[in-house]
T-cell receptor, first 115, second 110 residues
Framework: GAGVSQSPSNKVTEKGKDVELRCDPI?????LYWYRQSLGQGLEFLIY????????KSGLPSDRFSAERTGGSVSTLTIQRTQQEDSAVYLC?????????????FGPGTRLTVL | KNEVEQSPQNLTAQEGEFITINCSYS?????LHWLQQHPGGGIVSLFM???GKKKHGRLIATINIQEKHSSLHITASHPRDSAVYIC????????????FGKGTHLIIQP
């Protein structure tokens, strides 16, 4: 079956612009995760959705970051007023359930470059 | 705060060698994920384990809950095994996501 898909695969933007990143999880997966992979910080967790709800948004790096999930499926990560330090690969993963202890399936990522 | 430490950071070996990558983790982590990332590639989940041992082909993952330690072994290593291997801790609650080790960059030379 289809895996996790993300779009765009690459995004180049100018400092100060807003960007929206999209994730399509595996059908039927109730849990969805956003992560960021950067050279300096490695892999870090951003936010988790169980269904449409994100119980804890404290992993988001700043208030310029927001995320939503609608219909228990597609999720978007929005970064407002982008900064150069936002440059990274943004990864989405989904799993069958969100209680932990389930295999997470990763999407190919969106490479964001902020000029 | 959950923590995961992985070693070695870099490992170069000859084809056919037995490879071991180690991971230790903090209290609060109840399961360990082993992930693989080829250069320029996406992340693939190899194993998720909370106890005992799992085997898939030439890959074996073990976990010792008392010692809070996990190992990934590769038998009869091959150049196509060259990749970054990442262990990641799972607190079991979902809301914390995964806590990642810094990764082991493995190169298998023919």
């Amino acid at each position: 079956g289809a895996g996790v898909s993300q779009s765009p695969s690459n995004k180049v933007t100018e400092k100060g612009k807003d960007v929206e990143l999209r994730c399509d999880p595996i059908s039927g997966h109730t849990a969805l995760y956003w992560y960021r992979q950067s050279l300096g910080q490695g892999l870090e967790f951003l936010i988790y959705f169980q269904g449409n709800s994100a119980p804890d948004k404290s992993g988001l790096p700043s208030d310029r970051f927001s995320a939503e999930r609608t219909g228990g499926s597609v999720s978007t990560l929005t970064i407002q007023r982008t900064q150069q330090e936002d440059s990274a690969v943004y990864l989405c993963a989904s799993s069958l359930a969100g209680a932990g202890g389930y295999t997470q399936y990763f999407g190919p990522g969106t490479r964001l470059t902020v000029l | 705060k959950n923590e995961v430490e992985q070693s070695p950071q870099n490992l170069t070996a000859q084809e056919g060698e037995f490879i071991t990558i180690n991971c230790s983790y903090s209290v609060g982590i109840s399961a360990l994920h082993w992930l693989q990332q080829h250069p320029g590639g996406g992340i693939v989940s190899l194993f998720m384990l909370s106890s005992g041992k799992k085997k898939h082909g030439r890959l074996i993952a073990t976990i010792n809950i008392q010692e809070k330690h996990s190992s990934l072994h590769i038998t009869a290593s091959h150049p196509r095994d060259s990749a970054v291997y990442i262990c990641a801790g799972d607190s079991g609650g979902g809301a914390d996501g995964l806590t990642f080790g810094k990764g082991t960059h493995l190169i298998i030379q023919p």
